[in-house]
C-alpha cells in the first residue's frame, strides 16, 4: 500500500534555529497537508497545499512557518526561527483529487530545547 | 468551522470485551475518517467512512449522516488496541480535518 514517508522521525533543535520537516506524499496525490499535536493534546490543522500553492492556513502558520514543493515528488515544512512552543508531532498528509480520505505520515518529533 | 466530540474520554475493558466509540459533527461531512494513534505516536488509519458501514476483523464503523455521528465498533478487544481512537471529519471543498479529543482505550490482560 502506498506511504507517505516523513523525515526525519525526531529532531531536536536549539531555541531560535531553523528547521525544515520533510515529506514524500503519495505520487499521485494532489492536495498536500500539514498537521501537528502537541503532546497529550488533539491533532490540529496548520496548512493545505494545492497545485503549488496555499489554499488555507490555520492562526498558528504564522510569518514563521512557510511550504514548499521543491520538486515533484518532496514537500516540505520550515520553521524560520523555532520557539520552545513549537515541539509537537508534526504529520504530513496526501489526498487525491475527489473524495477520498487523507493519508498520514509517521510524524516527526520535534523538541526544541 | 465544523465540531468534532468523541466520547468516552476514556475506557478501561479487560481483554475479550466489546466496546463502542462515538463521535458527533457539528455539519454535513464530505469526510470523516477514524484513526488510531499507536505507542510510537503514528496514526493509523482505520476507516475513511462519511456514509455507511464497513468493517475490518474485528473492527466495523458505521456513520449516520443525516443524524451526524459515527461510530466505531471494537470486537473481542486485545491489548494491543491500547491507545488513542480519534475521529476527524471535513465538511468544506478544502477538505481541511478537524479532530476530535480522541478516546483512550485501555485493554488489560
Known amino acids: ?14 531555541m531560535g534555529q531553523e528547521v525544515i520537516l520533510r515529506c514524500v506524499p ?22 493545505s497545499f494545492y497545485n503549488n500553492e496555499i489554499s ?50 509517521s510524524g516527526t518529533r520535534l523538541t526544541v530545547v | 468551522g465544523i465540531q468534532v ?9 479487560q481483554e475479550g470485551a466489546n466496546s463502542t466509540l462515538r463521535c ?8 470523516l475518517q477514524w484513526f488510531h494513534q499507536n505507542p510510537w505516536g503514528q ?8 456514509s455507511g458501514t464497513k468493517q475490518n476483523g474485528r473492527l466495523s464503523a458505521t456513520t ?5 455521528y459515527s461510530l ?8 494491543t488496541d491500547s491507545g488513542v481512537y480519534f475521529c476527524a471529519a471535513s465538511g468544506g471543498s478544502n477538505y481541511k480535518l478537524t479532530f476530535g479529543k480522541g478516546t483512550l482505550l485501555t485493554v488489560n490482560p
Open chain 1, 1 to 14: 500500500e502506498p506511504e507517505v514517508t516523513q523525515t526525519p522521525s525526531h529532531q531536536v533543535t536549539q
Open chain 2, 72 to 79: 466505531l465498533y471494537i470486537s473481542s478487544s486485545q491489548t
Open chain 1, 26 to 47: 503519495i505520487s499521485n496525490h494532489l492536495y498536500f497537508y500539514w498537521y501537528r499535536q502537541i503532546l497529550g493534546q488533539k491533532v490540529e490543522f496548520l496548512v
Open chain 1, 56 to 105: 488555507e492556513k490555520s492562526e498558528i502558520f504564522d510569518d514563521q512557518f512557510s511550504v514548499e514543493r521543491p520538486d515533484g515528488s518532496n514537500f516540505t515544512l520550515k520553521i524560520r526561527s523555532t520557539k520552545l512552543e513549537d515541539s509537537a508531532m508534526y504529520f504530513c498528509a496526501s489526498r487525491r483529487q475527489g473524495n477520498g480520505g487523507y493519508t498520514f505520515g
Open chain 2, 43 to 50: 496514526l493509523i488509519n482505520l476507516f475513511y467512512i462519511p
Open chain 2, 24 to 31: 458527533n459533527f457539528s455539519d454535513s461531512v464530505n469526510n
Open chain 2, 5 to 13: 466530540e468523541q466520547s468516552p474520554p476514556d475506557l478501561i475493558l
Open chain 2, 64 to 68: 449516520v449522516a443525516t443524524e451526524r
